[in-house]
């Protein structure tokens, strides 16, 4: 269904996020927080760790001071590659209303891994030879430090917090360039040093529950600064927002569940999807995030329920849509069932098919299974489920009493921020003051640039559904130009034939600036008398507007179009038309069937009424692999498409005489015909 990286990976261990069952309210419980460090730096002999002593490289060495520059060396296990630092949350935090209500948690560091960017030097008989020593860091074996979290619930969902302060046992491990072999280590809570005590550089760092826990998640895009007070040592943690959960299931041999649950939303239970015949458990990842994406990881073991029978199993992953989560008020929870089938579509999205085994590969008693990584780029979805079909199977529990339960499946989800800005397929339509929709001084107001937080469009690239001959990879709305379309920079990308652009008819226009004001003019390959229709009349596809349409590399695909019939620079709503509605998503979800290349007007969309005005409108035109709601105002990331946005004209025809006075108009005409042969007649007699 949707265009996705694996990438093989072999899981050796785990590290598990338990979950309360709690809907957030009054506390913040104990728990972990994942970061990642981009930057860091510690010196030695300063204020806060002494000189590293003479000998201690080897007989000779110098005593050591110094800078070391340091970066996050990505702790093990697999499959958390990232993570550099695990800080755990060790009391609870009461903060009832009324908002703001703060309070103190106490905070230990139990993982650290740092590695140097650049090699010390290291002296040898003040300064005669020199050798190079990479540095890592983490935590000594001495007991952790506690420090404290400053916590500000500012409204039920979240707040701010900063660590005041965050304390650190430094173990260092110095490894010679040019023997691997050569290791020395320097244990600062050994050598009775005190710990380093580090300070937020600021303490607005914001934070949210989760709809399923009193837990507390870190959700800024931007590293909080840490710093002891010689500022002589720095830590920059940034946000690694994983979360772990367990499942376990037991299907009969007819295919029903009889059996399971886990850690996800309570309850913990399998749901039932009759529209398309999937079970299916949720879990809870991290608020909606248009910027980042999810990778999920999952292991499980397998076998049999009963061995004499035969036995099938299918897995996919599923998770909820951008829209879901966007819905207002926000819905508490996942999107279970019941559901109508064209909900479930809008809703719920599910990957390609991850694992099939059929009776002749199943495993009679559970074995071990990994899969690859399954990747969402789109977005970061807020919740995620394991989806399964089949008979006769189990994904085991064990029981061994007096030891708690082991769940044998496991589904890590990791929330991820780029490193670079993303090329994709964005919009073209104008947005942000000063830059205006339409010469009469209207401002854009269409969802474009990706400096707004959710509100913009992008497809994910390479695209395999566009308009025209082609689409093109750009970073940001009008062609990269974003926010700018003031002074002759509007379409950018699009304007009309222009070797990108796919709109056959009418023709489109574009705005342009000079001394004497704003115009609209044609766009350069069309001519200006090409009109859309008239206000108040339905535009017919392929004889008043058509575009061409290509999912020849992909497919299915849907294809929606909106007008700005209101002139108010935004997609929504409708205008009247002598007391018929003129809805400005003129064309909703229709289906393309893949390998089509032609015009849309050859697979018979809907006409529409167009709106009560002449003059010129926006549109825009997408092609995507997913549907929108209904009235959809022209924002959402999707994994494949194209957007062009175009501005059309709409124009009455000179007046034309009404109907009910042709019967005058006859009966004046013959009496002038008649008057006229009587003056003939009398010319001719005299």
């Known amino acids: 269904m949707k265009p996705i990286k694996h990438i093989s990976i072999v899981i050796v261990g785990i590290i598990f996020i338990s979950a309360s069952f709690l809907k957030a309210q009054d506390i913040i419980n104990p728990g972990p927080n994942f970061w990642t460090v981009p930057d860091a730096g510690m010196y030695f002999g300063g204020y806060d760790l002494p000189q590293i002593p003479a000998d201690f490289f080897g007989p000779g060495s110098d005593p050591f001071e110094g800078q070391v520059y340091l970066e996050g060396g990505a702790l093990d296990p697999l499959p958390f590659p990232d993570f550099d630092v695990l800080i755990e949350r060790t009391t609870t935090g009461n903060v009832p209303p009324p908002y703001p209500a703060g309070a103190s948690i106490d905070v230990e560091m139990i993982e650290l891994k740092l590695v140097s960017t650049e090699p010390i030097t290291v002296t040898y008989s003040g300064g005669t030879t020199t050798e190079e020593w990479h540095v890592e860091v983490g935590l000594s074996v001495s007991p952790y430090p506690t420090g404290n979290m400053d916590v500000i619930k500012e409204y039920p969902d979240g707040g701010v917090f900063s660590y005041m302060p965050l304390k650190v046992q430094p173990l260092f491990t110095f490894t010679l360039t040019t023997n691997p072999s050569e290791k020395r280590t320097f244990d600062t809570g050994l050598e009775s040093i005190l710990p380093l005590e580090y300070y937020s550089g600021v303490n607005d760092y914001p934070w949210e529950h989760s709809p399923i826990g009193d837990d507390l998640n870190p959700t800024a895009d931007y590293p909080l600064p840490m710093s002891t007070e010689s500022m002589e040592c720095t830590l920059d943690l940034l946000p690694y927002l994983l979360r772990q959960d367990n499942f376990w299931v037991k299907v009969t041999p007819d295919g029903q569940v009889m059996a399971g649950g886990g850690t996800g939303v309570p309850p913990a239970i399998w749901y039932y999807y009759p529209n398309t015949d999937w079970w299916n458990i949720w879990f809870y990842d991290h608020p909606f995030d248009p ?396």
């Open 291 to 686: 910027v980042r994406y999810k990778e999920i990881n999952i292991i499980f073991d397998l076998g049999k329920l009963d061995p004499e029978l035969p036995s099938e199993f299918l897995m996919v992953v599923n998770w909820s849509s951008q829209w879901w989560s966007q819905i207002d008020p926000p819905p508490f929870g996942p999107p279970v069932p019941p559901l109508y089938p064209e909900e479930e579509e809008l809703y719920v999205y599910r990957s390609d098919t991850l694992i099939y085994l059929d009776n002749d590969e199943f495993p009679v008693t559970p074995q071990f299974f990994s899969l690859d990584p399954y990747f969402i780029y789109e977005y970061n979805p807020e919740w995620v489920s394991i989806d399964i079909r089949g008979f006769n199977f189990e994904i085991p529990i064990y029981e061994d009493p007096p030891a708690p339960p082991v769940m044998s499946g496991t589904i890590t989800h990791e929330c991820i921020l780029p490193e670079d800005p993303i090329d994709a397929e964005y919009g073209d339509a104008p947005e942000h003051a000063p830059n205006i929709a339409y010469i009469d001084g209207t401002n854009g107001n269409f969802p474009t640039c990706i400096d707004n937080d959710w509100y913009f469009i992008r497809h994910g690239w390479p695209s395999t559904l566009f308009f025209g001959p082609m689409a093109d990879a750009e970073s940001d709305g009008n062609h990269g130009n974003c926010p700018n379309w003031w002074q002759n920079q509007y379409d950018l990308d699009e304007c009309f034939q222009d070797g990108d652009a796919g709109l056959i008819k009418p023709m489109s226009f574009t705005i342009t600036s000079d001394g004497a004001g704003d115009h609209y003019t044609p766009c350069p390959q069309g001519q200006a008398d090409t009109i859309l229709q008239e206000p108040c009349q339905t535009a017919v596809w392929g004889q008043d507007i058509n575009i061409h349409v290509s999912t020849a590399g992909g497919g299915p695909a849907i294809v929606n179009v909106l007008f700005d019939w209101n002139h108010d620079g935004q997609w929504k709503g409708s205008s009247d038309c002598s007391g018929t509605p003129a809805p400005e998503h003129v064309l909703i979800n229709f289906p393309i069937p893949a390998n089509f290349n032609g015009p849309l007007s050859a697979l018979g969309p809907p006409n529409f009424l167009v709106g009560p005005d002449e003059g010129y409108f926006w549109a825009r035109f997408s092609i995507m692999e997913q549907p929108v709601p209904v009235d959809w105002d022209g924002h959402g990331q999707f994994a494949d498409g194209e957007t062009e946005d175009y501005l059309l004209y709409v124009q009455k025809q000179a007046d034309k005489i009404p109907l009910g006075n042709w019967p005058i108009i006859i009966a004046v005409g013959l009496i002038a015909l008649v008057t006229i042969l009587a003056i003939k007649r009398r010319l001719a007699s005299a």
